[in-house]
């Protein structure tokens, strides 16, 4: 296992990661166009998750490559990735057993945001947060969480719509695992890191 996650910290992998972040994330937003153009210019930031979350860790890697660490970003990115990636698997999921069937843009998002939710724990060991970094990532996780389900700000699923409550709930605990983890991997493990 050592040897993967040396090979992670190498220039060509890093540079590999950027690319597929930078592509992943421009197309997020674009993913998010119609609602964006719909949500009140307060909320623009809280709107489109899951590219916001590998923005920051496209972020974090390019600092990676010029040996830098941001570790605010990085505890963003550990509990973003992972909670928006499996949030997306799930909701997917969810439309397959609502509707029967999945188009194939589903499949894509389901394997794209799983690879996203996995990529934020790979790189953990090379994090460098502290406690209060992750105490302001779960403060704007959780907020999010206030703003998607409370105004009504979450990613649109039609054929879901009747189940925002229970999904609300669902993300709430969700959030909490993701920063617990972020707990998990960096501060517990904080005596075992790797340098890049």
């Known amino acids: 296992m050592k040897w993967f996650q040396y090979l ?19 197309y997020g937003y ?5 609602q964006l153009a719909d949500t009140p210019a307060h909320f623009y930031i809280f709107v489109p998750d899951s590219p916001t979350a590998s923005l920051f860790f ?46 194939w843009e589903g499949y894509m998002l389901i394997a794209s945001h799983f690879g996203m939710a996995i990529q934020g724990i790979l790189y953990a060991p090379y994090y460098r947060f502290k406690a209060w970094h992750l105490i302001v990532a779960a403060i704007w996780t959780l907020h999010n ?10 990613p649109r699923y039609s054929m879901l719509m009747d189940y925002m409550n229970q999904i609300g709930y669902m993300t709430f605990w969700l959030s909490l695992i993701s920063i617990f983890l972020g707990y998990y991997f960096v501060i517990r493990k904080s005596s075992r890191k790797l340098q890049l």
Do not use: C, H
């Open 145 to 154: 969480d206030v703003i998607d389900y409370v105004f009504g700000m979450m």
């Open 30 to 34: 674009y993913w998010y166009r119609y």
């Open 58 to 103: 496209l972020i974090v890697v390019a600092a990676f490559l010029m040996k830098k660490n941001l570790p605010l970003i990085e505890a963003l990115a550990i509990v973003t990735l992972f909670k928006y990636g499996i949030w997306a698997v799930i909701m997917n999921l969810l439309v397959l057993l609502v509707n029967g069937s999945l188009p």
């Open 8 to 26: 992670l910290g190498q220039k060509p992998i890093i540079f590999i990661m950027i690319l597929i972040n930078f592509f992943g994330t421009v």
